[in-house]
């Protein structure tokens, strides 16, 4: 149990242009949900959090206009990044927990943006 | 503010030798700790978590960790190391608010490798 979902695990994108990310949660409702990026070989630093029916909270230093959340349903929420640049290439990866507090979190299989 | 700190970015192990990956936390209350793994190019998948109730956790794939509050440890072994196990790892720590926003904060990883 506790899927999440993410699609697609691979684009290339000129610059420019947009690219959206979707992130689902296949067997459980998800009133909030975790947008994480990770450069090369480095952590994974919290870029915001999604929230059900309201607006997203961007961690410091994210540009809220750059990356676009929506989180329209208790099962999806998308991340689109917006006049893509080759700066913004990266592992983009959802996730979201299942029940409160302690219940971990769980994560989807992540999406490696290229932007050209 | 929470933090944890991994030891080591890399550590390397023959096949059959004992896995010790270092996590120390920092945190002003009992926090809630959590391991996990991440192969090439995917998510994170959850080994295990510590939320206060046995100090030594054990975990999937042969992995446990031990909580002690005295030295702010809880570091993750596995008695024998196997191929499989080369990946990098990832602790983190989230603090006990109720609710489904509680965020994780990632250590900056130990990459595992394992030779025959």
């Known amino acids: 149990g506790a899927v999440v979902s993410q699609h697609p695990s691979r684009v290339i994108c000129k610059s420019g242009t947009s690219v959206k990310i979707e992130c689902r949660s296949l067997d459980f409702q998800a009133t909030t949900m975790f947008w994480y990026r990770q450069f090369p070989k480095q952590s994974l630093m919290l870029m915001a959090t999604s929230n059900e029916g309201s607006k997203a909270t961007y961690e410091q230093g994210v540009e809220k206009d750059k990356f676009l959340i929506n989180h329209a349903s208790l099962t999806l929420s998308t991340l689109t990044v917006t006049s893509a640049h080759p700066e913004d290439s990266s592992f983009y990866i959802c996730?979201?927990?299942?029940?409160?507090?302690?219940?971990?979190?769980?994560f989807g299989n992540g999406t490696r943006l290229t932007v050209t | 503010a929470q933090s944890v700190t991994q030891l080591g970015s890399h550590v390397s192990v023959s096949e059959g030798a004992l896995v010790l990956l270092r996590c120390n936390y920092s945190?002003?209350?009992?926090?809630?700790l959590f391991w996990y793994v991440q192969y090439p190019n995917q998510g994170l998948q959850l080994l295990l978590k510590y939320t206060s109730a046995a100090t030594l956790v054990k975990g999937i794939n042969g992995f446990e960790a031990e909580f002690k509050k005295s030295e702010t440890s809880f570091h993750l072994t596995k008695p024998s190391a196997h191929m499989s196990d080369a990946a990098e790892y990832f602790c983190a720590v989230s603090d006990r608010s109720t609710g489904t926003a509680s965020k994780l904060t990632f250590g900056t990883g130990t990459r595992l490798q394992v030779t025959l």
């Open positions: 996730s979201a927990r299942p029940g409160q507090g302690a219940s971990p979190l769980h």
């Open positions: 945190s002003s209350v009992p926090p809630y």
